[in-house]
T-cell receptor, first 110, second 114 residues
Framework: GENVEQHPSTLSVQEGDSAVIKCTYS??????FPWYKQELGKGPQLIID?????GEKKDQRIAVTLNKTAKHFSLHITETQPEDSAVYFC?????????FGSGTKLNVKP | NAGVTQTPKFQVLKTGQSMTLQCAQD?????MSWYRQDPGMGLRLIHY???????DQGEVPNGYNVSRSTTEDFPLRLLSAAPSQTSVYFCASSYSTEGAYGYTFGSGTRLTVV
């Protein structure tokens, strides 16, 4: 089955700095790569996604890049704000199933 | 439009007890699923359903049963709870039949088995 590895497990940045979270996966059949943000006590919420025929996607301060050859994808958050503090999960999807990374706890210091 | 609703929010069980975690969605989504979330392990798929009457196993199905008699409801049953099933459980649904797009999570059920 699929194996998704996510790094780093914790990330602390100063407000206004950029944050980058990276994921690798093993199954070349994976074709959809979403990122989720989970705030304390809540369920994960989709923040951005990318499909296998696209290399990069941007939505305001958030961007995702995908390298299918190397089987890795990354989340980039620019101009971080304290409200970006949360746990972020990457995921892959194939054959009716999602596989999640282990999560990155992002702390944005004011 | 409530989205995905999970009940209860918290539950404490004794080892060997049974219970059902409820999940309901009002978005007419065909695809529904259950995950457990444990510290440092992300979310792991327990069972999923691509439509009423159809269910299948995920990564960690042992100790859990599901059924899907309606489009709206997808209950998760623990027949004989064990301490290893202490976790936070999330239900999620999707408008795409293969379960990829528009994935919406409920707010979770925190289960403790003592």
């Amino acid at each position: 089955g699929e194996n998704v590895e996510q790094h780093p497990s914790t990330l602390s940045v100063q407000e206004g700095d950029s944050a980058v979270i990276k994921c690798t996966y093993s199954d070349s059949a994976s074709n959809y790569f979403p990122w989720y943000k989970q705030e304390l006590g809540k369920g994960p919420q989709l923040i951005i996604d990318i499909r296998s025929n696209v290399g990069e996607k941007k939505d305001q301060r958030i961007a995702v890049t995908l390298n299918k050859t190397a089987k890795h994808f990354s989340l980039h958050i620019t101009e971080t704000q304290p409200e970006d503090s949360a746990v972020y999960f990457c995921a892959t999807h194939n054959f009716n199933k999602f596989y999640f990374g282990s999560g990155t706890k992002l702390n944005v210091k004011p | 439009n409530a989205g995905v609703t999970q009940t209860p929010k918290f539950q404490v069980l004794k080892t060997g007890q049974s219970m059902t975690l409820q999940c309901a969605q009002d978005m007419n989504h065909e695809y529904m699923s259950w995950y457990r979330q444990d510290p440092g392990m992300g979310l792991r798929l327990i069972h999923y359903s691509v439509g009423a009457g159809i269910t299948d196993q995920g990564e960690v199905p042992n100790g859990y049963n599901v059924s899907r008699s309606t489009t709206e409801d997808f209950p998760l049953r623990l027949l004989s709870a064990a301490p290893s099933q202490t976790s936070v459980y999330f239900c999620a649904s999707s408008y795409s039949t293969e379960g990829a797009y528009g994935y919406t999570f409920g707010s979770g059920t925190r289960l403790t088995v003592v």
